[in-house]
């Protein structure tokens, strides 16, 4: 009884944005300034949230949790570190662009175009 009450308290629970950040560091090994960089906000704030004193504006978690499915399809075909390096490296079906540069632009829908492309196997 004792430890359902404890797990009720919301200091007990799990942080939704913590979870989604450690994903993100687990399955694209994107590291928290990576993700500071992309959602154009401080490593202290990403540690904020990560603790659970701060939570990203509605806007910012938009991005987060696109980021988010991007990696999460990543995953299907690169291991953590492989991922990350494909978000950062230019695409010539992205017309030379960075992944990374377009998610944080709100261009997602084309990235994830180029990762359907991967499942397809014509991506060349």
Do not use: C
């Amino acid at each position: 009884m004792v430890a359902i009450h404890a797990l009720s308290e919301p200091s007990q629970r799990p942080h939704a944005i913590a979870a989604l950040i450690d994903n993100l560091r687990v399955r694209g090994g994107l590291k928290a300034s990576d993700i500071a960089n992309i959602a154009a906000v401080s490593p202290a704030t990403v540690s904020r949230w990560v603790a659970g004193t701060a939570t990203p504006h509605p806007r910012t978690q938009l991005l987060i949790s696109d980021l988010r499915y991007v990696v999460d399809r990543l995953a299907e075909f690169y291991e953590p570190g492989e991922a990350r390096l494909w978000l950062y490296s230019k695409h010539p079906l992205l017309k030379g662009e960075r992944a990374v540069d377009l998610i944080h632009g709100g261009r997602t829908d084309a990235v994830l175009g180029i990762i359907e492309s991967l499942a397809e196997g014509t991506y060349s």
